[in-house]
């Protein structure tokens, strides 16, 4: 059932990326993005750590019904190649509403990456509907 | 290239994209890890309302976070957060553009967004640079 809010604090198991110099020189070029430094393997482009999908199993859904509402981002420094960091995921929120397309359930998700010392590099906050 | 410095209210260079194609999405649903066949095949698109494939937001924002990297070095950026509010498909050309809203402890704090060739805005948000003081 969608919607149920009984999913709020469901976390994903800290979940363990290699940074790869290959992922970065890919990812950066789908994008088109010719960032010498990027395409070089050493940063990775402030949106890589799309590429992080730390299993939230809550979240199976049907993926041709999920549209993304928002993405935010924080750094505590550039993730960069050779970074090992351990991701976990969250529900935040999970609420329904009526919208021109029928009835949407949102979902909040939050991740955070952090290195082998356990300081946080990333934090991010996803908005996905799910119509 | 190092922090530079922002003027409040400064209008920051644009960054003009080139079309997106199809391959580029497939590209992109590859090295991000989107499954979502709704990028890549029609059939699916359709089959959820679509007239066909619609790009990833996640591009979108891809475009962003090139921009504001450019603007200041990649190393600089602390934060990107975006809406995405209108639909993208293969063929549209999308242009970035930012405005400085506040300089203050050294970070500068913009509004970004990528509007298409029909000048909507199809993602908006903020970023924040490490700025030089």
Known sequence: MHGDPSVIGRESPPTVFEVERGAIGK??????????????????????????????PELALDLSRVL?????????????????????RRIEDCYTRQGSLG???FYVVSAEGRDPQGALVYRSRTTIIYR | MDAREFREGEELRVLVKEPITKVQLLRYAG?????????????????????????HGMLSMGFLGQYVASLAGPAAVRRLRVRFSGMVRPGDVLTCRGVVKETRDGIAHLEVWAENQRG????????????RA
Do not use: C, K, W
């Open chain 1, 68 to 88: 993304h509402g928002e993405e935010e981002y924080t750094y505590e420094r550039p993730i960069r190649q050779g970074d090992v960091l351990s991701v976990t």
């Open chain 2, 120 to 131: 909507e805005r199809v993602t908006h948000g903020d970023a924040e640079l490490l700025a």
């Open chain 2, 31 to 55: 090295a991000s890890g989107d499954d979502n066949l709704i990028h890549v095949d029609s059939d699916t698109a359709r089959a959820v309302g679509l007239d066909g494939v619609i790009a």
């Open chain 1, 103 to 105: 009835e949407m359930t």
């Open chain 1, 27 to 56: 990812f950066a070029a789908a994008i088109g993005d010719e960032t010498p430094e990027y395409l070089a393997g050493e940063i990775a482009p402030p949106t890589f750590p799309t590429t992080f999908r730390a299993p939230l």
